[in-house]
């Protein structure tokens, strides 16, 4: 069982910065691969960034290449997500979710999300 809890959203003006972590219980969170998602308000989810086990890897979504960095520290257990430059179609609810597989077939955890607010 591996419990995920995503920190660090907030408000903040269209420019800025934030960093976003998915800390993760349990000791096997080297052996999942991480994902961030948002779901922008009256919209579905959308994939974000993901990173293999040993952060190898990384893929991002079109929409936020350039600006957001996906990393990892297992020795930490967590996961984060840089993002610069933000803007406000960056406004969401970001959610971090763990999968075994890498592509994963499915998301075997999820955090509970934390909101980010971008204002122009």
């Known amino acids: 069982q591996v419990q995920l809890v995503e920190s660090g959203g907030g408000l903040v003006q269209a420019g800025a910065s934030l960093r976003l972590s998915c800390a993760a219980s349990?000791?096997?969170?080297?052996?999942?691969?991480m994902h961030w998602f948002r779901q922008p308000p009256g919209k579905e989810r959308e994939f974000v960034a993901a990173?293999?086990?040993?952060?190898?890897?990384?893929y991002y979504a079109d929409s936020v290449k350039g600006r957001f960095t996906i990393s990892r520290d297992n020795a930490k257990n967590t996961v984060y997500l840089q993002m610069s430059s933000l803007k406000p179609e960056d406004t969401a609810v970001y959610y971090c979710?763990?999968?075994?597989?890498?592509?994963?077939?499915?998301?075997?955890?999820w955090g509970q999300g934390t909101q980010v607010t971008v204002s122009s």
């Open positions: 990173i293999s086990w040993s952060g190898g890897s990384t």
């Open positions: 979710a763990a999968a075994l597989m890498w592509p994963p077939k499915k998301y075997d955890y």
């Open positions: 349990g000791r096997t969170f080297s052996t999942y691969a």
